[in-house]
C-alpha cells in the first residue's frame, strides 16, 4: 500500500493500514534518509516516544528495532509521553532526529508516526517528501530491543524530567510556586496527564488533574481541546472553582482551556493573553507569528505594540521556520498550537499552561478580568469554524473561483484584502474575515470566520457555504 504524509507525519487506521509491517516500512525510510544526509553537529542517535493509544508502544518499538539495525543508537521513552517532552529530548541530546508514535487529537481508532528534526521541531515539508521517496528502497532491518539494550545500542529513558526543568527556567517559576494559585487541568485522558502535579510538587498551588486514567478510547471522545470535550470538567469546575483550566490534546503539545469556573475560553483569547503577558509584564519584543486562521485581535495588538506581525500558512512546521531564523515572540496557531522563544520551535501545552500561571501570578486579577480588559481595548472578536464535506476533485476550482469573485463585502464592510496563500481568506476593512480551506489529507473543506459578534461569526460561516454552492 502507499503511505502519505500528511502535514506532520504519517496517520492511519490502526490495523488497517497502521501495521507493524506499514511501521517498519516508514522507519526504515526514515533511516535511509536520515543515514543518507547527516546534520553537522548531531549523533547518529534517534529519540523515540509514545502516546497512550492502542499499541503505541509496541509501535515504538518496533521504529526502535529498526533504528538500531541501521546503526543510529537509540533512546527509547519508558512510558507515553508529551511530544514537546520527545522534541525536546531531540535538540538537547544532539540527535539527528525523533519519531514520536502519535495522532495527536484523532480519533482512537487512528495512530501516526510525527517526525522531528535535529533542531526540536516538526521536520518541514521537504524532508517528509524526501522521507516518502525513500520507502521501500530497502526492506525493513530489524534487531531485537532486548538485545540492543544488552549490548549498549539502545537505552529506556524518560525524557521528561529534563523537559520539565527546562520549563523551570522558561517562566518565573519562583513567582508561580509561592503564588498560592489553584490550577485545573483537563488531560483528556492523553499523555499529559499528571504532569503539572509533577512540576509543582512542592509549590503553594494546588493542582487538579480531571480525566487523567489512562483510556485508549479516551472516555469516548477525540482528545482534541474544543469546547464539547469539555462537558465533564465544566461540571467539575461549577461545584470546584480553580483560578484556571488547561486543557491538553492527546499529545500535550496543543492547549485550550476554561476559566475557573467551567466558561469555555477560545485559543485565541488564550493567544491574546499571553502576547499581552510577553510584551506588557515581560517586556519581550520581537516578531510575532500567527497562521492565517488566527483571531485578528493580534493584528490590532501587533500594530498597538510596534511589533512586526508575520502570518503563515496553517500548520506549526511553518511557523516553526519562522522561529528557527530567530527574534520571534510568539508562535501561535488557531488550533491551539503555541511556542515560545528561548525554548523549543514546537508548539508545547505544557510551556503555555505555566506561561498563563506565570501571568495570572503577576497580574493577580481573575481571568475573565483579564479577557474583558483585552476586549475593552481591541473590540469583541468571535470566532466560528464548520469542517464540511466537499469533493477533492471540485476544490481547485473552488479556489480560484473565490480568487476571482470575492464578495464585494463581508456583512456591513468593504473587502479590504483578499490572501490566498493557503485557502483564500477575505478580510472586512473592519477586520472580521471569512476563509475556506481543504483539509490537508481528507474530502473535507474548513470554513473559518470571525466578526464582532457570535451572531455575525455565524452569518459568515453562512456565506462561506453558500459560496461553496457556486461550483
Not at 79 to 106: C, D, L, R, Y
Not at 125 to 140: M, V
Not at 217 to 226: A, D, M, S, V
Request: hydrophobic fraction near 40%; charged fraction near 25%; aromatic fraction near 8%.
Amino acid at each position: 500500500m502507499s503511505i502519505k504524509f500528511g502535514t506532520d507525519g504519517w496517520r492511519a487506521v490502526i490495523a488497517e493500514d497502521f501495521t507493524f509491517a506499514n511501521v517498519a516500512r516508514v522507519a526504515q525510510a526514515t533511516a535511509d534518509y536520515w543515514s543518507a544526509n547527516p546534520v553537522a553537529g548531531t549523533e547518529k542517535k534517534v529519540i523515540i516516544g509514545y502516546d497512550r493509544r492502542f499499541f503505541s508502544d509496541r509501535f515504538a518499538q518496533t521504529t526502535a528495532e529498526v533504528m538500531v539495525a541501521n546503526g543510529f543508537s537509540v533512546v527509547l521513552t519508558a512510558e507515553p509521553t508529551p511530544t514537546p517532552s520527545v522534541s525536546f529530548a531531540v535538540k538537547a541530546q544532539s540527535a539527528v532526529g525523533g519519531v514520536m508514535i502519535t495522532a495527536s487529537h484523532n480519533p482512537p481508532i487512528f495512530n501516526g508516526f510525527k517526525l522531528k528534526s535535529h533542531y526540536g521541531g516538526s521536520s518541514d515539508s521537504e524532508t517528509c517528501k524526501a522521507i516518502e521517496g525513500c520507502l521501500d528502497q530497502t526492506s525493513p532491518r530489524s534487531v531485537k530491543l532486548a538485545d540492543a539494550i544488552a549490548d549498549n545500542r539502545a537505552v529506556v529513558e524518560d525524557v521528561r524530567p529534563a523537559h520539565y526543568a527546562a520549563l523551570k527556567k522558561l517562566v518565573d517559576f519562583k513567582l508561580i510556586a509561592k503564588s498560592r494559585l489553584r490550577f485545573a487541568h483537563e488531560a483528556l485522558f492523553g499523555v499529559g496527564a499528571g504532569c503539572f502535579q509533577q512540576i509543582l510538587a512542592g509549590t503553594s498551588c494546588k493542582v487538579t488533574t480531571l480525566n487523567g486514567n489512562h483510556d485508549v478510547l479516551f472516555g469516548g471522545i477525540n482528545p482534541e481541546p474544543i469546547e464539547k470535550n469539555y462537558a465533564r470538567s465544566q461540571a467539575f469546575l461549577r461545584k470546584h472553582p480553580h483560578d484556571l483550566c488547561l486543557v491538553t490534546d492527546g499529545d500535550a503539545d496543543r492547549v485550550g482551556g476554561m476559566d475557573g469556573r467551567g466558561k469555555y475560553l477560545s485559543t485565541h483569547q488564550l493567544i491574546c493573553l499571553l502576547l499581552h503577558h510577553l510584551f506588557a509584564n515581560r517586556k519581550g519584543r520581537g516578531r510575532v507569528v500567527k497562521a492565517l486562521t488566527t483571531t485578528t485581535m493580534v493584528d490590532k495588538m501587533c500594530a498597538a505594540y510596534g511589533l512586526q506581525l508575520v502570518e503563515t500558512g496553517v500548520g506549526f512546521k511553518y511557523i516553526c521556520a519562522e522561529m528557527l531564523k530567530g527574534d520571534v515572540l510568539l508562535g501561535a496557531e488557531e488550533s491551539g498550537g503555541i511556542g515560545f522563544p528561548g525554548h523549543i520551535p514546537e508548539r508545547d501545552g505544557i510551556a503555555a499552561g505555566l506561561m498563563l500561571l506565570e501571568m495570572l501570578a503577576v497580574e493577580r486579577l481573575p481571568l475573565n478580568k483579564l479577557v474583558a480588559k483585552l476586549e475593552k481595548e481591541f473590540g469583541p472578536h468571535r470566532y466560528g469554524r464548520i469542517d464540511t464535506h466537499f469533493p477533492l476533485e471540485k476544490r481547485g476550482a473552488l479556489m480560484e473561483f473565490l480568487k476571482q469573485n470575492p464578495p464585494a463585502k463581508l456583512l456591513r464592510s468593504p473587502l479590504a484584502d483578499v490572501k490566498s496563500f493557503d485557502g483564500v481568506k477575505f478580510v472586512a476593512q473592519d477586520g472580521s474575515w471569512l476563509m475556506l480551506r481543504g483539509s490537508g489529507t481528507e474530502p473535507i473543506l474548513r470554513i473559518y470566520a470571525e466578526a464582532g459578534s457570535d451572531a455575525d461569526a455565524r452569518r459568515l460561516l453562512r456565506l462561506g457555504v453558500e459560496l461553496t454552492k457556486r461550483v
